[in-house]
């Protein structure tokens, strides 16, 4: 199974901000949403983010959070300002149906990342 390829994240101090990167190839030309969600150890996945197609934007906490894409629309990124040590997680990107072979692939699980790891000090 194809993998979206994450990058970005590492250890920040509180208050720091950190960016990270997702590559959905064609996810937008293939009119599909890129989610961010975050695990943190001992607790269940949750929902961060998501960029639509049209550029629409959702999140779970506002005002701290920003959601992107490069203008090729295949790299999305999410940037966290003001990091709490509660932001600490495993951070994986996910979409529907990204472009593989010149045709939209959609899978019933959706495509992950590997996640990438955001630790936060105090």
């Known amino acids: 199974q194809k993998q979206l390829a994450q990058s970005g994240g590492g250890s920040v101090q509180a208050g720091g901000s950190v960016k990270l990167s997702c590559e959905a190839p064609?996810?937008?030309?293939?009119?599909?949403?890129l989610s961010w969600y975050r695990q943190a150890p001992g607790k269940s996945r949750e929902f961060v983010a998501r960029?639509?197609?049209?550029?629409t934007t959702d999140f779970a906490e506002k005002g701290r959070f920003t959601i992107s894409q490069d203008n090729g629309k295949n790299t999305v990124f999410l940037q966290i300002d003001n990091l709490k040590p509660e932001d600490t997680a495993m951070y994986y990107c996910?979409?529907?149906?990204?472009?593989?072979?010149?045709?939209?692939?959609?899978?019933?699980?959706?495509?992950w990342g590997q996640g990438t790891q955001v630790t936060v000090s105090s």
């Open positions: 996910s979409a529907w149906t990204i472009m593989d072979n010149g045709s939209c692939h959609t899978m019933s699980n959706a495509f």
């Open positions: 064609g996810y937008s030309i293939c009119r599909s949403s």
């Open positions: 960029i639509e197609s049209d550029g």
